[in-house]
């Protein structure tokens, strides 16, 4: 057993090595990187260190599989902007000689658009959607954790279609004596099996790095994770981004710079979960490249920051997460959580 942690270590490092990283507007598949349930939504976007029942995690990092989530059900759906909506489904299974496996549908639909000419005659209706079908396994042996997410990517645009085979890898190390929680994912290895053009483009790749504590003696977890890895600099400059800074001795526009704190920070996302009850939690969050990137200078607000809650009516688990993604509005998910088996349990 010792052998193979140490060969699953190896192969998460070793795999990592020649992927290119890509952020921005570059690359194809990206609502592959949208949270996928509303509590990731509420913390931050992220969340690869807490394991517990919740089967949405899964996305997040395989490594959080485990025999908790056996049998149950999840149901996610988010009204996105415009008339963009996307979500994930799922369930779990465990089997005890082998270890746990799940199933999941990531999806999104960009809704209709008008088809014209270049004259701007109607010629019709078109649209676009993506879906990703997910296989999972996850095993564990003492604190260590380990599992790994295949998945087919199907993408449609008008009569344009694209797929790509990728891999997510995930180990994680939980001492749950003091509640803390480490976990290291590398998301979306692979490529493109048929792209939209001739050429194949690059794929959503990210390494993280996330730990979660509980405390002991108060309902508190906190947790922070550290995304895209893959890349330090994250920092984006706008072409067409307008500037009142100019340089008196030249006359020239003076160049943006961003310090070694801003470019650090734009790694991190916050989240504390307060957990009244099993049966009821509030999160709230906070992602500080969002802010920087989607906030406005002469007014930020509350952009990066994000809230929800879990509860649990009769046999159902629901959870509301809302995200503050840009002043032209709010982001929010709701997911809902069942087993079977608790319905067909006698009173």
Known sequence: MRNLKLLFIGLLLITALPLIAQTGGYGTHKFLTLPNSARVTALGGYCIASIDADLNNVVQNPALLNSKMNNRYAFNSCNYFGDISYGYLGTAFSLEEYGNFGIGIQYIDYGNFEMTNEFGDELGSFSAKENSLNFSYANCHKQFSYGA?????????????????????????????NGFTASFVLKNIGSQTNSFTNEKEAMPFEALFGISKKLAHAPFRFSLTLHDLQQFDLTYLDPNQRTTQIDLATGLPIEQKFSFTDKLMRHVALGTEIIFSENMQFRVGYNHQKRKELGLETRMSTVGFSWGF???????????????????????MVSIIINPNDFLKKK
């Open 149 to 177: 997410t295949a998945k087919a990517v199907f993408s449609q645009l008008a009569e344009y279609d694209a797929r790509a085979v990728l891999l997510d890898l995930g180990g994680t190390y939980a001492d749950t004596i």
């Open 310 to 332: 879990g509860i649990k009516i009769s046999k159902i688990r629901f959870n509301y997460g809302s995200a503050n993604n840009h002043l032209a509005g709010y982001t929010n």
